[in-house]
């Protein structure tokens, strides 16, 4: 039993974080911190990453990558979300789908790309009447030989205003018998005609879009698996990352954030006796996440795939997502009336950085699948029964 | 980073589940909750015989030379087991210490009959105030002609009644932190008045009274006056133990219920069909999963003797409460079945109880991550 990094792991944390120190300048945090998008001091950054193969350490060295495990993965975004460089990048999660459904020219075409900070690909899965329930997707392509035409809407589709490519959930079969054997993916040019990106705001301020597709055009070749095998690319995505919650440095930096304020500000014992015991209690809670993620995240790596219940890496994301959601409701009771200035405002603290944070939590568990989908798919592997 | 366990390690845990499951059935555990020993001493010489009460300690003193991590899984299986008896106190609150501290004097004379199962071993630590604060301690020990002398009372003592020695944490000073030693103390000495308390895991703690037990100066376990540090150390390494147990308690619920929502039928469907269901065992698996994790990894910092006080507070306030949060949602799982005296899950419900209040309950471990990150706590 071993909970220590390998040396390879440590070198590679080592060199990924000196690298940000230096390179992460405060107009690539401001970026991020605007919640508007790569921009393009992110997008510079992203391409030097990219030349230093940062950005995809888990991918053959062919493509870009460096053939390293899945916890440099989970190292390159614990340093990444920790400096504030931009994320997520879909485009690399989208490529180990590509590694293990894609032909051999797409993986040449669109890997080397991503893994060099050149293009970005946009997740597109998510329609108005197709959420969790993401195989009820309409948009539809039409077969018509050497390329189809597409036609439909997609919603909330973060950095799609960003990104080069779109990494399309389609409909190609309105009559397929079960509703998930009619799909097909594609890896579409953002830049085509037809397509229109307009840009929708949550209530924490970051830009999401919704896409229409109107009589799109996409070459055949760009059909990622096969027609109405969709599914089967989706669910790659979902089971293809062996990677747990994995590392919480930017969590923690928050915590520590917090005492240290605390400490200076909040000596009133009195009156503030319960902050000691919350923030001992949110620091177990990300230790335990944070320990949790990597030791699925090894057992992953090491190829162990009965883990027990088949959980994998799931209890650690819903673990590390619901300590999140806490931390910042904790975090706006701490600051007490404080918290709710805003950003500019006079008085406001640590410059309305942690409204700004809680705005945006319940993102946090609802993208990417909210955390009800993920129970439900973690019962699922526990092999608790269907109805 | 390899997280799993080694070959050895796996031998241990299957040899032991495997003997646990033929020699410790829930009758045996039922029994011995009603029996004023509360342990089988003809089950505690087949340990003894088998090497796990030596498992950790050197060959030297007839042990088997393993690691902390070896015998974190052993106790893991104790835990599920409900496994009666004083192994956790024996080991973790004699015989490490006396290996820890001991002059090769001691170590000779109590490890080889700790290790043979021939001698028990406790640890008299809190008092009638309750904690685990050097300034809760009261019980003193005052030098007279050579020997010392004790006096005071001792509460919630395990396996108080069939031990045969225990490490007595007395009041050497009045320097709060550097006026507390530790003394080997027989139990049998005259002026050792044992009272059995009846606890909610029906564990047998005791009262301990010492009324002027007379004790040798050379039965002092470390340094006079600065045994605190020691003790903390010790409780530390005890409350990793525990959780090991602990997490044992945690997976053997978990494993009781997923099969039992998959087999029973409400509503003409299993029971695990429904969301609700569903949810209460996904969160039964996350809080297993959780404690797994952070408490072999403090096992394997003592292992590797890395520094674990923190990792102890981090970890023993997580199972602390992650076990009650088991049992409670194994039990919801269940429904009414779950709640007879005659079913399992009781006996893990009581032992959470007690696991949880054993060597600090989870607010006095986050007190410690508090004052670690820099908080003043009273």
Known sequence: ???????????????????????????????????????????????????????APRWPVEYGGRNLSAMCEVIKVDEITSHHAPF?????????????????????????????????????YTEPDAGSDVASVQLYAEDRGDHFVLNGQKIYNSEAHVCEYHWLLTRTDRNAEKKHRGLSMFIVDLESPGITIRPLITSGGLRTNEVFYEDVKVPRENLVGEKN????????????????????????????????????????????????????????????????????????????????YGGGGAPSRLL???????????????????????????????????????????????????????????????????? | MDPRLSEEEEMVRR?????????????????????????????????????????????????????????????????????????????????????????????????????????IFTMALTEPIGGYTAASIKVKATESGGDYIINGTKLFVPAASIADYMLCIARTDDD??????????????????????????KDKLGEVVFDKVKVPAKNILGKLNLGWGEVQKIIDRAAIAKCCESLGGMQAVLDMTIPYVKERIQFDVPVGVFQAVQHHCVYMLIEVEGARASTYEAAWRVSTGRPYSIEAAMTKAWVSDGYNRV?????????????????????????????????????????????ELGFEVA
């Open chain 2, 15 to 119: 040899s032991a589940l495997d003997f646990l499951t033929e020699k410790c059935p829930k009758t045996l555990v039922r029994e011995m909750e009603k029996d004023e020993k509360g342990y089988s001493p003809e089950l505690w010489k087949e340990i003894a015989d088998l090497g796990w009460i030596g498992l950790v300690f050197p060959e030297k003193y007839g042990g088997g030379g393993m690691d902390f991590v070896s015998l974190a899984v052993l106790l893991e299986e104790m835990g599920r087991a409900c496994f009666p008896g004083p192994f956790l106190y024996t080991v973790l609150l004699g015989g490490l210490p006396i290996l820890d501290l001991g002059s090769e004097e001691q170590k000779q004379e109590y490890l080889p009959d700790i290790i043979s199962g021939k001698t």
């Open chain 1, 1 to 55: 039993m071993d909970f220590e990094l390998t040396p390879e792991e440590k070198a590679f944390q080592k060199e990924i974080h000196e690298f940000l120190d230096e390179h992460c300048n405060e107009h690539v945090v401001a970026e991020t911190l605007s919640l508007q998008g790569a921009g393009p001091y992110s997008k510079e950054l992203l391409r030097k990453m990219g030349a230093q193969r940062l950005l």
């Open chain 1, 229 to 308: 095998g969709g599914w089967k690319v989706i669910m790659s995505a979902l089971y293809g990352g062996v990677a747990g919650g994995g590392m919480a440095t930017g969590t923690k930096n928050v915590i520590k954030k917090l005492i240290k304020y605390a400490l200076e500000e909040k000596q009133d014992l009195d009156e503030n006796q319960w902050i000691p015991e919350i923030m001992a209690d949110l620091w177990v809670k990300t230790h335990v996440a944070e320990i949790t993620g990597m030791r699925a995240t090894a057992l992953g790596v090491l190829g162990v795939t009965n883990q027990q």
């Open chain 2, 176 to 201: 709060i932190e550097k006026g507390i030693t530790i003394f080997i103390v027989d139990a049998k000495s005259p002026g050792v008045g044992i009272t059995v308390l009846d606890t909610v895991a």
């Open chain 2, 327 to 371: 049992v409670a949602l194994g039990t919801q799982a269940h429904g009414g079945v779950s709640i007879m005296e005659d079913h399992d899950l009781p006996l893990y419900f009581r032992r959470a109880k007690a696991a949880e209040l054993a060597f600090g309950d989870a607010r006095l471990h986050r007190k410690t991550v508090a004052s």
């Open chain 1, 320 to 387: 590390a997502s619901e300590s999140r959601r806490v931390l910042y409701n904790t975090a706006m009771q701490i600051l007490g009336p404080y918290s709710q200035l805003s950003k500019g405002s006079k008085y406001a603290l640590f410059d309305g950085e942690i409204l700004k944070e809680y705005l945006d939590a319940p993102r946090l568990t609802i993208v990417h699948g909210s955390v009800e989908i993920q129970k439900l798919n973690l019962a699922r592997a526990m092999g608790l029964p269907r109805r």
């Open chain 1, 88 to 124: 997520p990048l879909d485009g690399v999660e989208i490529g180990n789908s590509l590694l293990m459904v894609g032909s051999e020219e797409q993986k040449k075409k669109f890997l080397p790309g991503v893994a060099s900070g050149e293009i970005d690909i946009a997740l597109g």
